[in-house]
């Protein structure tokens, strides 16, 4: 049976280099891993006054799906050498309200993709610091920086490097193994 992987997108861009490639990932997963992307890009900011009686349905839905995960992908962009605010958003979401976070140990890997020549870097290592602190076990390796990523796509979004398959595709099978471990 496949692991059930949440997959959160750092961007709402039309035309998103974040989203090709999370698309990209689930048609690489092996019959170990089943990606569903959750969508982010409608959650209110999080306002704790708003989790007092009834919170708004959109957070539910998003901490359900959440829940209702194996594992967590998170395939973001970098901006200003940190994690774009709707990822940080969802985050907060779903880690509240207090004691009951729906990410509280559950398997997660990071790809992280720039047109740039860092791959977002900065993002990748700034997204595990809140991780670490939710209790998310996060794969070390192999890491995945996609950086020129407009090069690696065609104009329909797929990927056009048998490279890029092949490592994005290994680092998918080194996730199952991880989410193993750590399930």
Known sequence: MAYDVAVLVGSLRKGSFSRAVADNLATLATDKLKLR??????????????????????????????????????????????????????????????????????????VSVSPGNLGAFGANHHLRQPLVFLDMPVMQQPEAYISKVGDLLDKDGKFVSEDTKSFLGGFLTAFATWIGRNK
């Open 37 to 110: 992307i959750v969508e982010i890009g409608e959650l209110p900011l999080y306002n704790p006054d708003l989790d007092e009686g009834s919170p708004p349905a959109t957070w539910a839905k998003f901490r359900s799906e959440v829940v209702s995960a194996d594992a967590v992908l998170f395939v973001t962009p970098e901006y200003n050498r940190s994690i774009p605010g709707l990822l940080k958003n969802a985050i907060d979401i779903g880690s509240r309200p207090y004691g009951k976070s729906a990410w509280k140990g559950k398997p997660t890997a990071i």
